[in-house]
């Protein structure tokens, strides 16, 4: 046997391989929760060494901006220097990465952004990079900048999803919704319940028909569930679709069931593509009274109801809920994000006067 071959065999000899039905019986039965809580540690610690690079490095970041910008306010250094800089570290740590002119300048823009080393540490370190300058890059007021970077925190969001909510005010979304919950719950989940629901929803991916019918609406966001469920907010848990309630020999359909995980109770999700009815009011009133006497377990709170209409009167709708127990709140839902775009975004986009002006100059100047 050549010496390639022995090698071969003594690495199968070292392997084991562990058959899962026999590996589960052979087992202590405690066995199962225990590997399940060891690699939930692991996966954690894991979590925590990728979150304390990432704060290692942008305290790093925070320190080479704040350098920077001292040096450029002590010695009056321009930019040209920025980039005798990135090239010098480049050579000294050509294994690193974040060194280029752009991202020193994103460095010195970090450290005049955040001048208390205290929120660096504490909120804007804990986030990535990349999310760190949409915040520098879309917005202007350091308050907002940290309203979102605590959500970020909060709820896990991506960058992209990061610019998506930024772009769609979710500032002056959430907890705007017109409900009943602080008649209808306790005081805590009350306060709770009104922070999930938004006003308006935006549900960009549906596509812009302005026919759309409530089961095309469905099975579109149905289609594109991920969205739905990020746009809905963290939470959610999709139960199910036209879910079948049967009341007095008759057949009934909720649109959506979701439960909420933090609130611990069911949400009856009702889709109107007009605008808001009264009378919507009192059928998503009695689905609610379904699933509380059907699905609604003892330990789980009272369910909440959410009716999305593409348009509503406000007054008309404060009036609707009045003198119904169960918690309903009511919220608009649009299609095209470009209606919330924030006001320094606004702001850039020409006026009709700005586009008039600038036409009749081209025809002063062609004439």
């Known amino acids: 046997m050549s010496e390639k071959s022995r090698k071969?065999?003594?690495k199968e000899k070292d392997k084991v391989v562990f058959p899962l039905a026999e590996s589960l019986t052979n087992l202590p039965s405690a066995y199962p929760?225990?590997?399940?809580?060891?690699k939930s540690k692991i996966a954690k610690e894991r979590l925590k060494t990728v979150i304390s690079a990432n704060v290692s490095m942008l305290l790093l970041y925070w320190e080479i901006g704040n350098s920077i910008l001292k040096q450029q306010k002590n010695e009056g250094w321009g930019t040209k220097v920025i980039d005798r800089m990135s090239y010098d570290l480049k050579q000294e740590f050509p294994a690193m990465k974040g060194f280029s002119a752009r991202n020193l300048k994103y460095?010195?823009?970090f450290a005049e952004t955040w001048q208390d080393y205290q929120i660096v540490q504490r909120t804007v370190a804990q986030i990535p990079w990349r999310s760190n300058i949409v915040l520098m890059d879309k917005i202007n007021d350091n308050n907002l900048r940290l309203w979102y970077a605590n959500k970020t925190i909060e709820l896990g969001l991506s960058k992209d999803v990061l610019v998506f909510q930024i772009e769609s005010q979710l500032h002056l979304r959430e907890g705007n919704a017109t409900t009943n919950f602080k008649e209808a719950l306790p005081p805590i989940q009350s306060d709770m319940a009104q922070q999930i629901i938004k006003d308006p929803y935006i549900f960009d991916f549906v596509g812009n028909d302005?026919?759309?019918r409530e089961l095309e609406l469905e099975n579109n966001l149905l289609q594109h569930i991920q969205k739905f469920l990020l746009e809905l907010g963290q939470g959610f848990a999709f139960v199910g679709k036209q879910v079948h309630l049967e009341l007095g020999e008759k057949d009934f359909y909720v649109d959506l069931l979701f439960y909420h995980l933090k609130l611990r109770c069911y949400v009856?999700?009702?889709l109107k593509t007009g605008e808001f009815k009264p009378g919507y009011i009192s059928k998503l009133n009695m689905y609610i009274n379904v699933v509380n006497d059907v699905l609604k377990h003892k330990d789980d709170?009272?369910?909440?109801?959410l009716l999305l209409v593409k348009n509503k009167n406000k007054l008309v709708v404060e009036y609707s809920l009045a003198g119904f127990k169960n918690p309903i709140g009511v919220s608009n839902w649009e299609n095209e994000i470009v209606k919330s775009l924030p006001k320094e975004?606004?702001?850039?986009l020409p006026t009709i006067e700005e586009i008039e002006s600038q036409l009749n100059k081209k025809e002063k100047?062609?004439?």
């Open 33 to 38: 929760n225990f590997i399940a809580e060891l």
């Open 301 to 305: 709170k009272e369910t909440i109801g």
């Open 210 to 212: 302005a026919h759309l």
């Open 365 to 367: 100047y062609n004439g």
């Open 8 to 10: 071969q065999r003594g």
């Open 107 to 109: 460095m010195r823009k």
């Open 268 to 270: 009856v999700v009702e």
């Open 345 to 348: 975004f606004k702001s850039n």
